[in-house]
């Protein structure tokens, strides 16, 4: 039961990787990571909890983790292998770009919890588990990461409402 089930999670888990990281070959070496220490702490699983959580749960740990070892971002310079699921508009691949270049600047934490959302339609309260932190933070995360988005998305830039106190 647990195999078939950590099999059926694998296209959520190679999605959501490449979504957060952009480059296909990391994506794909971080689901491996996430599947070779599921597999071998497969007895750690509670049966009946939910298994896509816990997996978003070491794919998070392994990602933190690379992210403390701070070695440098790498971009793979072979074109003909990147895929992009778009429409074939020229106005669509420029959106879906722009879109992933915002999304890039996004602060880790708010894209985490946007991407897990938005693509992963997980609920608040299983991202709070998965992050391991309030459920009013993913909230706010959430909010901050999607009006910086708007703002990016727009062009706009953001001006301070300053009000005459006197």
Known sequence: MESSAILAEIPRLRRYARAM????????????????????????????????????????????????????????IDEDGFEMPTRPTQADKLEVRDLESALCQLPDEQREVLLLVALEDMTYAEIAALLDIPVGTVMSRLSRGRERLRVIMDGWQPTTKLRVVR
């Open 21 to 76: 990281l952009g480059d296909r070959a990391a994506a794909d070496d971080l689901v491996q990571d996430t599947l070779e220490r599921a597999w071998s702490r497969i007895s750690q699983w509670r049966a009946g909890s939910d298994m896509r959580a816990w997996l978003f749960g070491i794919m998070h740990n392994l990602r933190i983790d690379q992210l403390r070892r701070s070695t440098p971002p790498t971009h793979s």
